[in-house]
């Protein structure tokens, strides 16, 4: 099988002039090496300071660095030259999002729906939005105790937020998950994480470490944890990256201590 | 000694460090080890970048950067994987009784060392 990242650099090492740095920032961006993917991106801002496919590539590379400010002005320079641009349009509402500001948020994902009507993801991020804020204008203050994390209870768990369980097939049970951008992602997510529990248990094995109890993964913008509450299931809790991971995964464990009696209830 | 694997030995000098390994993240393969006996590195290094990657994977979808930091918590101890630069990933193994706050700490550090 041939490696796709090499493939590009060798088109590009062979026509520097080309668009291909496109492609290939795009891929060393997805497969996580930033650096090298920032740097293909720089080369073609440089190259082409007026394309803004290249500005919107080196701030989903900032982004995903979590430089959201250099990320946001690398997305407005590509407004500056393509003012309907959908990506850098969508990449600023989810910036506004993630800094828990979805009023600002909200604008640009209303413009991005005009620039594109069909994207049902979109939609569904704009109509969730404007729900969010109508019941935030009608909803009194809560009280301070809820504001903390570490006390929710997960029920009713099949709708309990932030949380994803999900069986062997990695089809989602219960729990509901949304991206920054409001978009749902709940079953993407748990298709992603079909096999886990077979991957993990493996190298806990092979590793002398006994069973597996829990997989955990920091980003900058989130923390993450996977446990199986049961031997056929699998629940992914995700929060703000302000909880601490050590508190994170108590979370995980009532999450789970939910999930197990919500199978229960089902049997 | 060369300063890579000095930086490896200095990750394994924390209590309950069981080892550390530099692999490549694209292919599971390691690049260098400093391991205790009984840890079959080819395969950790295997298990340890596939895990990983699906984690990334995994973060990505639910809208969230590239992890900095991914852990395999076990009955008896921990598997850390950080990014140490360009398609490499600094693992370590833990017992279970490991100071992980510090050795997450010495991880860090020297994934910076690397990546440099």
Not at chain 1, 83 to 107: E, I, M, T, Y
Not at chain 1, 254 to 264: D, G, T, V
Not at chain 2, 25 to 37: F, K, P, R
Not at chain 2, 89 to 112: P, W, Y
Request: overall charge negative.
């Amino acid at each position: 099988m041939t490696d796709p990242i090499r493939d590009l650099t060798a088109r590009l090492a062979a026509d520097p002039q080309s668009l291909v740095f496109l492609e290939l920032g795009e891929a060393l961006r997805v497969r996580g090496q930033l650096g090298a993917a920032y740097k293909v991106a720089r080369m073609g801002t440089n190259r082409y300071p007026e394309l803004a496919e290249a500005h919107d590539l080196l701030a989903r590379i900032l982004a995903d660095q979590g430089d959201r400010h250099a990320a946001a002005e690398a997305w407005k320079r590509v407004l500056d030259l393509s003012p309907q641009h959908v990506g850098a349009l969508k990449g600023l509402a989810f910036l506004a999002f993630r800094a828990g500001d979805p009023a600002s948020a909200l604008p640009y994902l209303e413009a991005a729906l005009a620039s594109a009507p069909d994207d049902e993801g979109l939609a569904t991020a704009v109509t969730r939005i404007r729900a969010s804020m109508e019941v935030a204008a009608r909803k009194p203050e809560p009280e301070p105790v809820r504001q903390l994390p570490g006390v929710e209870t997960f029920e009713p768990f099949e709708s309990a937020r932030g949380v994803v369980l999900l069986d062997a097939q990695g089809l989602r049970l219960a729990g509901e998950l949304a991206a920054p951008d409001g978009t749902e992602v709940g079953d993407a997510v748990a298709a992603h994480l079909q096999g886990v529990s077979r991957e993990a248990g493996r190298a806990a094995r092979l590793l002398g470490l006994g069973a597996w109890q829990s997989v955990s993964a920091e980003s900058p913008d989130g923390h993450l944890v996977v446990q199986p509450p049961t031997s056929a299931t699998v629940l992914l809790l995700v929060r703000d990256p302000r909880v601490p991971v050590g508190r994170l995964a108590l979370m995980a464990d009532q999450a789970s201590r939910a999930a197990r009696a919500w199978l229960e209830r089902l049997a | 000694m060369n300063s890579l694997m000095e930086t490896l030995e200095r990750v394994t000098r924390v209590a309950g460090i069981r080892g550390a390994m530099l692999v490549s993240e694209s292919d599971g393969l390691v690049v260098a080890e400093a391991l205790a006996e009984g840890l079959e590195g080819a395969a950790v290094a295997a298990l340890a970048a596939s895990l990983t990657l699906r984690l990334r994977r995994t973060a990505q979808t639910a809208g969230l950067a590239v992890p900095a930091v991914v852990q395999l918590k076990a009955e008896t101890g921990t598997l850390i994987t950080v990014p140490a630069g360009d398609d490499l990933l600094l693992v370590a193994v833990a017992e279970r009784d490991a100071n992980l706050g510090l050795a997450r700490i010495e991880l860090k550090d020297a994934a910076t060392r690397l990546a440099s």
